[in-house]
């Protein structure tokens, strides 16, 4: 039973990873003609052709997510609990948050030139995931056993793949800034939102997820407490969330009461959001505390 | 008139007023916050006192001169450090000085009026003018009331503000977080916690000296300690049987309380500890005491009883040491715990699962002087076998004996025993509270937008709005505040 359950979230993983990258590739078509198109360097660029290849990346990414989704649940269906047990698993419900953060975003602003990072990076997150930190679905050791973890980690993936998407958009702020402070943006480029737009939106996801991550931390140490005798030991996951925490409320300070803006912000916002990736990747796999389950 | 800048002197009250200031100012919070960020860096990067002595000894001993260098910068002590509490000690001063004075100041603007409605409101955003129709002040009234602004009429024009929340629950964010560091001092000033390892079927009385760590708060007496009884009646640990991984863990106790007869019989799992009025009590981990007989060459009992034997992997092979200080010469083993023995070349067996199913016990017996009165103090799950030569090596199954030269060893069986960790912790209910203002806090100052809308009614209506910060979603409610004012849906 729980075996067969396994098997079907493997291979809904694997579909979902096909059809990502069916994403990813129409993503790419879409970029690469939209490069070809101009004849002439005055005019601006025809889109119409672009649009089907446009609309299928866009059905691709959702119905990858689904695929995921659906991944996810039975992998947590046959382990008999919530799926977050190890990293591979964290790993999938990483890029399904951050791929579901992208679409969600997408009905509300004009995010489309950013599918082809998120495609990718969601691709790249599953393969690594598949390849190389696969393990067998099993039950959880004693001291994950708690309602904690649904709670603690449900807010810390969505908190993660919410920084992680206004880490991508500051990106491609500092890209594209770089980009007219040299002269004009290049053609492609040029359907992209504007700077003032894409510091904006990057500040947004960051305000909007901030209280989110706050909790997830508070609602760790909360867990902690029951589980390990303390709320608060400076372990090193701990630390690196309270490095985290600490980085955006800087972030935070600086926009609301100095006014960064721009560059300097996107900087910030970036250092920010590297902390995470540097707790998530560094800290899981070479750290040493009581975050440490299970081999990975 | 001069453009020359008058440059007071600075005394010593002016002096420090210009500390404070700079200290207060945002620019220097904000570095301030930035630093404790990456003066946590090191507490992770390096092993600390605090979770893992033993890995800081090992530093020691690997290089003992770079070690001793760090120790002098408190590398192995980050979070206790002189440098890390003077950061964030300056960051809480200077949070404070930056809070307390906008608190006052926000006090009184939340009880002032809102400003009169500027003369020329053409100059402002989203300025919209149409003419009246008439009703458009009553509407207008209406409008705010439902939306609760608060609002102040002169002379056929109105001026609504909105979005206070927005400061108070940024100055309640920050109050929590002094909330949360009263919290954590108040805890190590007055908390306790301890640890002791005790055998399934043994007693433990709560008294410092039953602990084999006890750490208390500078404020916390011995006599602070609750009195009570705890008996460890059963102990079941459940694992994978193909990956070995534990599953559960489940300790039954009986509970006597302090001036009280009756027996209470507890539960305790790793995600719930038992609680003794302010005392929590951990299930924290377990292992195996294998219970050996030894006797000297007449046959009379030496030492009898269960030895504490130390989990070294998953399958739970133990080592451990049996001293026994009384014979002449002194004799000592050096042990392995296999539960489920299997046979293994290197190490002369392994243990294949964690549950006792085939347990074995490989001694080496060693004779001479064990060193217990050189003063150093010895670990008591290994032997100093400097002054020792090895005289026997055996492989024991319960029951079994060995005779070596000058006496023997019986391998009796086994018991199982639970580290239990007992902790006060009276500041954490402030901590928790701190946290949970705080998340309130930011969600009401990060969700909420201080903004005005003015409206002015003459032959025209004229309405304008500002946001402060320049919030977005402004725009919107005027173009609401418009149709419902025109009467269009």
Redesign the interface.
């Given at each position: 039973m729980s075996r067969s359950w396994a098997f079907t979230s493997n291979y809904l993983v694997y579909s979902a990873l096909a059809v990502y990258a069916i994403s990813f590739l129409a993503h790419a078509l879409e970029t690469a003609w939209a490069v070809k198109v101009p004849t002439d360097k005055n005019s601006t660029l025809d889109y119409k052709r672009t649009e089907k290849v446009a609309r299928i990346a866009t059905a691709m990414m959702i119905l990858g997510f689904f695929l995921l989704f659906a991944g996810v649940i039975a992998r947590g269906i046959s382990a008999g609990r919530v799926p977050w047990g190890n990293m591979y698993e964290f790993s999938i419900t990483g890029a399904l948050a951050f791929s579901g953060a992208y679409l969600i975003a997408l009905r509300k602003f004009d995010l489309r030139w950013l599918g082809l990072l998120v495609s990718i990076s969601v691709l790249l997150t599953i393969g690594t995931a598949i390849t190389v930190l696969y393990v067998p679905s099993?039950?959880?050791?004693?001291?994950l056993?708690?309602e904690?973890l649904l709670i603690h980690v449900s807010t810390a993936i969505i908190s993660g793949g919410v920084f992680l998407l206004s880490n991508v958009i500051a990106a491609a702020y500092l890209y594209l800034d770089r980009m007219e402070s040299k002269g004009e943006r290049t053609q492609w480029a040029k359907r992209l939102p504007d700077l003032e737009s894409l510091d904006?939106l990057s500040y947004r996801l960051v305000?909007?997820v901030?209280?989110l991550w706050?909790?997830s931390v508070?609602a760790g140490?909360?867990?902690a407490?029951?589980?390990?005798?303390?709320?608060?030991?400076?372990?090193?996951k701990e630390?690196?969330a309270?490095?985290t925490w600490?980085?955006y409320?800087?972030y935070l300070?600086?926009r609301?009461?100095?006014g960064w803006r721009g560059r300097r912000a996107a900087w910030l916002c970036l250092f920010a959001g590297s902390?995470f990736l540097f707790n998530y990747i560094y800290?899981n796999i070479w750290?040493?505390?009581k975050h440490t389950y299970?081999g990975l | 008139m001069s453009q020359q800048t008058q440059i007071p002197e600075l005394d010593s009250v002016g002096l420090l007023r210009y500390a404070w200031r700079q200290l207060t100012s945002m620019r220097t919070a904000l570095i301030l916050l930035l630093m404790v960020g990456v003066a946590a860096i090191p507490g992770s990067l390096f092993p600390q006192r605090t979770q893992n002595p033993l890995q800081v000894g090992q530093y020691f001993k690997d290089s003992p001169d770079a070690a001793r260098w760090m120790d002098r910068f408190y590398l192995f002590d980050v979070y206790g450090s002189p440098w890390f509490s003077a950061i964030y000690i300056l960051l809480f001063i200077s949070l404070i000085g930056c809070v307390l004075p906008r608190t006052f100041e926000h006090f009184k603007a939340a009880r002032a009026l809102p400003p009169t409605t500027p003369k020329n409101l053409s100059r402002l955003e989203h300025h919209q003018s149409w003419s009246a129709q008439g009703n458009e002040l009553e509407l207008a009234r209406k409008w705010f009331k439902a939306k609760r602004f608060r609002v102040l009429e002169v002379d056929g024009s109105i001026s609504a503000e909105k979005g206070f929340t927005r400061e108070t629950g940024n100055l309640f964010f920050h109050l929590a977080l002094i909330l949360i560091l009263l919290g954590i001092s108040f805890s190590s000033l007055f908390g306790m916690r301890g640890e002791a390892i005790v055998n399934v079927g043994e007693r433990f009385v709560n008294t410092p000296t039953s602990y084999d760590t006890l750490n208390y708060g500078k404020l916390y007496k011995d006599s602070n300690i609750p009195s009570f009884m705890l008996t460890v009646d059963k102990f079941v640990a459940q694992y994978n049987v193909e990956t070995s991984a534990p599953e559960d863990y489940t300790l039954d106790v009986s509970l006597l309380r302090d001036g009280s007869t009756t027996i209470e019989k507890k539960r305790i799992k790793v995600n719930s500890p038992m609680t003794i009025g302010s005392t929590r009590v951990y299930l924290q981990a377990n292992g195996y005491a294998p219970v050996v007989t030894v006797r000297d060459s007449k046959g009379d009992v030496a030492f009898q009883g269960p030895v504490t034997f130390l989990p070294q992997d998953a399958n739970l092979r133990s080592i451990g040491a049996i001293k026994v200080p009384d014979a002449d010469p002194q004799i000592g083993f050096l042990g392995s715990f296999l539960p489920t023995y299997v046979r293994e070349g290197a190490n002369g067996g392994a243990s294949a699962f964690p549950k006792a199913l085939n347990p074995r016990l490989l001694l080496s017996v060693w004779s001479g002087d064990l060193g217990l009165d050189s003063g150093i103090p010895q670990s008591v799950y290994r032997i100093d076998t400097t002054g020792m030569k090895q005289i026997g090596l055996k492989g024991l199954k319960p029951g079994e004996s060995y005779v070596y030269e000058g006496g023997s060893i019986t391998f009796e069986g086994y018991v199982q025993w639970v580290n239990l960790n007992f902790v006060a912790d009276p500041g954490k209910k402030l901590a928790l509270l701190g946290g949970i203002v705080a998340i309130l806090g930011l969600l009401a100052s990060l969700f909420t937008r201080r903004r005005r809308i003015w409206i002015r009614v003459g032959d025209d209506v004229e309405v304008a709005g500002l946001a402060k910060n320049a919030a977005p979603g402004l725009e919107l409610e005027i173009q609401g505040f418009v149709k419902m004012l025109k009467g269009e849906k």
């Open positions: 099993a039950p959880l050791v004693p001291a056993k708690s904690w904006l305000a909007f901030f209280p706050t909790f508070i140490a909360i867990w407490e029951s589980a390990w005798g303390r709320y608060w030991g400076w372990d090193p630390t690196w309270f490095i600490v980085a409320a800087a300070h600086a609301v009461t100095i902390t800290v750290g040493t505390g299970s | -």
